[in-house]
Every structure is written in structure tokens, then in C-alpha cells.
């Protein structure tokens, strides 16, 4: 989906830092919602790539009002659509941790998604002989998606050079959506900075790892 | 998440998420704390920097970090969530790589932990694949026209770790000292190591 979380090549976020060697969570809170999101998928039936599609949902606003926000209703968010928990018990449950007496909303039904796990991990084996090679040229496809994809908008339809193989793995724009774990082959491609930013750009080079179906041969 | 637009403190947020999961068992304070700590004390960045130092020191282990990356960790017994599959690039006089995740915050955690903030932030996720040579300026690395800049986006589960350059003036240095001048900014590209 063309959502708030696709900022490559973004303008406007203005400078980046300072680096800063604090520890992992600056407040106890930080921690609980880090595992909160580590163990979402786990609570919800789902898995990491609804996870990410989840944070991916966060309205604009609340994405950008800071990492552990946009993580924390991502998470929620998943646990929502597998029926684990609403938001009305949460803004409930808040209110009462104010010292608000209102009524707590009845738990939903659990309703969990089915899909076939083949393995741990997302690394997986596929049969079929690659489509490209190292060296070929590859173009990305001019996809537009609702769903969840990890092809950038940046790269959409821009030209490459297909530097690595990487391994097999389950497609996260198949596995977010509980259609299976639909497994690809999958290419660190390479761009040049003028093909992604123009003429003017800095010259530097830019790789990304794509799944085959996000590619096709260069005209 | 239709109910209310209005925006609900982060903290109160998980606090009261928390609460409801903890009540229904669907989470407990032992596994978080447990998480927790792993986090803080176990998995970080000491760990890619003893990688880090073992490559310096060690030249056959240094061809089989940069050949497979994943196993030559495993060797030092880091392994876990997002390191499936740990590509290690390395930087020299002449190439420079950075590593980012545009379209979340992809980082190689069994080598160096939690991303720090400014990883997660939009301004970095955006920029340095757009200006690298002037994000790395920001952080207080100017690197030179003759050092060629090479960006990777982390979009698949393959993650990825620089292996700095060894500072010089640390001929004598042990693996432990060296490990110890190693930063995470180094590895992931958006600075150099100093030397001591």
C-alpha cells in the first residue's frame, strides 16, 4: 500500500540524529511495548508480515507520533482484526488507569486467522529455476497494491542490475494476508542513484532485496 | 481502532494494553521482563563488535564473515530473530556502504540489538537513500569524492552489518580492546571507528 511508511526518497523530514548510544528503552513503558509487539503475532495467529502491514495501517498522524506509538497500535491493530481486543476497551481500560470509573466494553470474539506454516523462519526452498541471473538487467513493475508489499515506491518502475541471489523466501505480500506462504526466489538488485533521483543526484549506488515478482526483464 | 480519533498517550496506550492482556494471560511480567533484559543485557551491539574484532584479528575468519555472513556469526553463537540471513559488507578506504529499511526499521538484532531512534526516524529511513554523502555529513562523517557510497535498503529478511575499517595505530591492540573501540554507528555504516 502507498502508506505513510514508504518514506524512502521522502523531502520534508529535515535533519537527521544525533547518533546516540542511550540504552535499548528510555522508560520502562518502551520495554512492555516492545514485547507487547514481539509476541502480537504470536497471541493474534498471525505473523511478522501482518505485523509489519499492521504498523503500515497506523493513520498517518499516529505513525508519525513517534516508533513505539506507531508499533504499539500496529500491534493492536492485528490483535483487533483477529478479535483478541478492541480499541473501545483499551481507551476504556486507560480511562480507569486515570482514575475514571467507566465501564469496561465485553471482550471480542476471537476470530484467528488460517494459513499453513511449512517452517520456522521465512527462509524457504523453491523448485522452479530462477527467472533472472546475476548481471541481467531487471526492471521494477509499475505495481500498485492495497496490500502489503516490501517493493518501494521508489523503485517502481526504475531499471537495475541484478547483483546477488538471495535465498528463497516466503512472500510477505501473500503471507500478510493469510493467502499462504507463497514462497519466491528473491534478488539483491542494484540502481544507480540518476536512474532513482535524476541527473543532478548524488552519485552513489543503491541495492535492494526484491522478490521475483516484483521484477521483469528490462526492455 | 475507529472509536476514537482522538490521540491516546503512548505510554497510557501499552500500559493499558498491557493491563488487559496480562489479566487474560495472553502475556505475563515474567516474559516481558525476560524479554527486556535479553535486550539490555544479552543481545546488542557488543556482540557485532566482537564479530568485528575477531575479522580484524583473524584473517580466515574475516574471508568467511564476508562470504557467509550468517555462519561465520553463528560461529560466536549469535543467531536469533531478524538474522536469519546476515549479509556482511565491508567497508574499505575506497567504498563506503550504509545500511537502512525505508519502509520499516529492518535491523540485523542478533549482531547489534534494538535500532537506536535515529535509525527508526523518518529523516534517516528518507533521506539516506535519496543523499547519503549529505546524511553522513549530519552525523559528522565527510567522506571523500574518491569514496564511492553504496546504500542498502533492507526490504527483504536479509539483514545486514558493516564490518568497519580497522582504525590505525591498533597493531598492538587485543581482540577484547579492539571490540571495545567498536561502534554500532560503525556498523551500520554511518560512522567510522575511531582509533583509541
Known amino acids: 500500500m502507498d502508506g505513510i511508511h514508504d518514506v524512502g526518497g521522502m523531502q520534508g523530514f529535515g535533519r537527521v540524529g544525533p547518533l546516540s548510544s542511550g540504552p535499548p528503552f528510555a522508560a520502562p513503558w518502551e520495554g512492555t511495548a516492545f514485547v507487547i509487539g514481539a509476541l502480537a503475532a504470536r497471541i493474534a495467529g498471525t505473523n511478522l508480515h501482518a505485523f509489519r502491514h499492521g504498523i503500515e495501517r497506523v493513520p498517518p498522524q499516529e505513525y508519525l507520533a513517534g516508533y513505539w ?3 504499539t497500535m500496529g500491534a493492536q491493530l492485528m490483535m483487533e482484526d483477529s478479535g483478541i481486543i478492541t480499541e473501545a476497551q483499551v481507551r476504556a481500560r486507560a480511562a480507569r488507569l486515570g482514575g475514571q470509573d467507566v465501564p469496561e466494553p465485553p471482550e471480542p470474539e476471537p476470530h484467528k486467522p488460517e494459513m499453513e506454516v511449512t517452517g520456522p523462519g521465512n527462509l524457504r526452498s523453491v523448485d522452479t529455476p530462477h527467472v533472472f541471473a546475476v548481471g541481467e538487467r531487471v526492471r521494477v513493475a509499475d505495481l500498485h497494491t492495497t496490500g502489503h508489499t516490501r517493493a518501494p515506491a521508489y523503485v517502481r518502475r526504475r531499471t537495475g542490475t541484478v547483483t546477488a541471489i538471495r535465498p528463497d523466501a516466503v512472500f510477505p505480500d501473500s503471507a500478510a494476508h493469510f493467502r499462504g506462504e507463497d514462497p519466491q526466489h528473491c534478488y539483491q538488485v542494484e540502481f544507480d542513484s540518476r536512474e532513482l533521483w535524476g541527473p543532478e543526484a548524488e552519485p552513489f549506488r543503491l541495492t535492494l532485496d526484491l522478490f521475483e515478482p516484483y521484477l521483469e526483464p528490462a526492455a | ?11 497510557l496506550r501499552v500500559e493499558a494494553l498491557a493491563s488487559l492482556l496480562i489479566e487474560r494471560g495472553l502475556i505475563d511480567e515474567e516474559t516481558v521482563g ?12 557488543m556482540n557485532g563488535a566482537k564479530v568485528v574484532a575477531k575479522a ?5 575468519y574475516r574471508a568467511r564473515l564476508l562470504a557467509d555472513g550468517t555462519a561465520a556469526i553463528a560461529e560466536l553463537e549469535f543467531s536469533g ?4 540471513h546476515i549479509i556482511v559488507v565491508e567497508n574499505t578506504a575506497t567504498v563506503h556502504h550504509v545500511v537502512v529499511c525505508t519502509l520499516c526499521s529492518c535491523y540485523p538484532w542478533p549482531v547489534l540489538g534494538l535500532p537506536p531512534s535515529w535509525y527508526k526516524d523518518p529523516a534517516y529511513r528518507s533521506r539516506v537513500v535519496r543523499e547519503p554523502r549529505q546524511v553522513l555529513r549530519e552525523f559528522g562523517l565527510d567522506l571523500g569524492d574518491e569514496v564511492e557510497i553504496r546504500v542498502h535498503d533492507s526490504s527483504s529478511e536479509v539483514r545486514y ?3 568497519p575499517e580497522r582504525p590505525a595505530g591498533t597493531g598492538d591492540a587485543s581482540e577484547e580492546e579492539l571490540a571495545a573501540l567498536v561502534t554500532r554507528d560503525a556498523m551500520v555504516g554511518v560512522a567510522k571507528v575511531a582509533a583509541p
Not at chain 2, 34 to 45: A, D
Not at chain 2, 56 to 60: F, H, R
Open chain 2, 56 to 60: 580484524w584479528t583473524d584473517p580466515e
Open chain 2, 34 to 45: 525476560k524479554f527486556v533484559t535479553t535486550y539490555e543485557q544479552s543481545v546488542g551491539p
Open chain 2, 81 to 84: 530473530p531478524q538474522g536469519e
Open chain 2, 1 to 11: 481502532m475507529t472509536t476514537s480519533r482522538e490521540h491516546l498517550d503512548t505510554a
Open chain 1, 69 to 71: 506509538n506507531r508499533w
Open chain 2, 161 to 163: 552489518m558493516v564490518l
